[in-house]
Nanobody, 124 residues
Framework: QVQLVESGGGLVQAGGSLRLSCEASGRTFSTSAMGWFRQVPGKEREFVSAISPSGVNTRYADSVKGRFTISRDNAKNTVVLQMNSLKPEDTAVYYC?????????????????WGQGTQVTVSS
């Protein structure tokens, strides 16, 4: 059974940093693209970042480019999202996701497994 568990969310002041981590279990994910999405109440889940199986290729939403960095450790089945220069508009529940394929996509429907989410709150 595939399971994704996020950690690292919390409350931070604007300009601060948080590091989100997602640990995957149930099978190896070394051939799977992994991503982060976020959602606020009343809005659709939106793409934040994704990373290829090797970690060489990454994609970012324009809103986080230059502030967030995604990385992965295939030996530990983990993906990390380092978030710097946080803004109040980054406040959301952040979800880790995995695709059963290597190609990066930005649509939630293209991802097959999801974590339970972790709350990130940025105060002004």
């Amino acid at each position: 059974q595939v399971q994704l568990v996020e950690s690292g969310g919390g409350l931070v002041q604007a300009g601060g940093s948080l590091r989100l981590s997602c640990e995957a279990s149930g099978r190896t994910f070394s051939t799977s693209a992994m991503g982060w999405f976020r959602q606020v109440p009343g809005k659709e889940r939106e793409f934040v970042s994704a990373i290829s199986p090797s970690g060489v290729n990454t994609r970012y939403a324009d809103s986080v480019k230059g502030r967030f960095t995604i990385s992965r450790d295939n030996a530990k089945n983990t993906v990390v999202l380092q978030m710097n220069s946080l803004k109040p508009e980054d406040t959301a529940v952040y979800y880790c996701a995995v695709r059963n394929a290597a190609v990066l996509f930005t649509f939630p429907s293209q991802y097959h497994y999801w974590g339970q989410g972790t709350q990130v709150t940025v105060s002004s």
